[in-house]
């Protein structure tokens, strides 16, 4: 079955960076958009980051363009997450999310289905 496995979370001050990590199985994760996407306290589920199968083309909220950078190691089956510049509003939890098989041609970036236990991120202002 699909497992998605956050770490990496933490408390750090505004402006800090942190490197989140996602450690999949259960599926061929090299075949699959994947995605990061975060719940603030209060608030719904947010798309952050998506990347595509193969690691050449990356997506990103307006809201962390710029800071944060999506990557993938399909040797290691793991997706990251490097977290730049952060600010009090990236105060989430931060989940893992698998996507779109990419060979799908109606396939968005945008779009998952399954998503791990999350991993906690809180910026002190």
């Known amino acids: 079955q699909v497992q998605l496995v956050e770490s990496g979370g933490g408390l750090v001050q505004a402006g800090g960076s942190l490197r989140l990590s996602c450690a999949a199985s259960g599926f061929t994760f090299s075949s699959y958009y994947m995605c990061w996407v975060r719940r603030a306290p209060g608030k719904g589920l947010e798309w952050v980051s998506s990347i595509y199968s193969d690691g050449s083309n990356t997506y990103y909220a307006d809201s962390v363009q710029g800071r944060f950078t999506i990557s993938r190691d399909n040797a290691k089956n793991t997706l990251y997450l490097q977290m730049n510049s952060l600010k009090s509003e990236d105060t989430a939890v931060y989940y893992c999310?698998?996507?779109?098989?990419?060979?799908?041609?109606?396939?968005?970036?945008?779009?998952?289905?399954?998503w791990g236990q999350g991993t906690q991120v809180t910026v002190s202002s």
């Open positions: 999310a698998k996507g779109l098989p990419a060979v799908v041609p109606t396939a968005t970036p945008y779009e998952y289905d399954r």
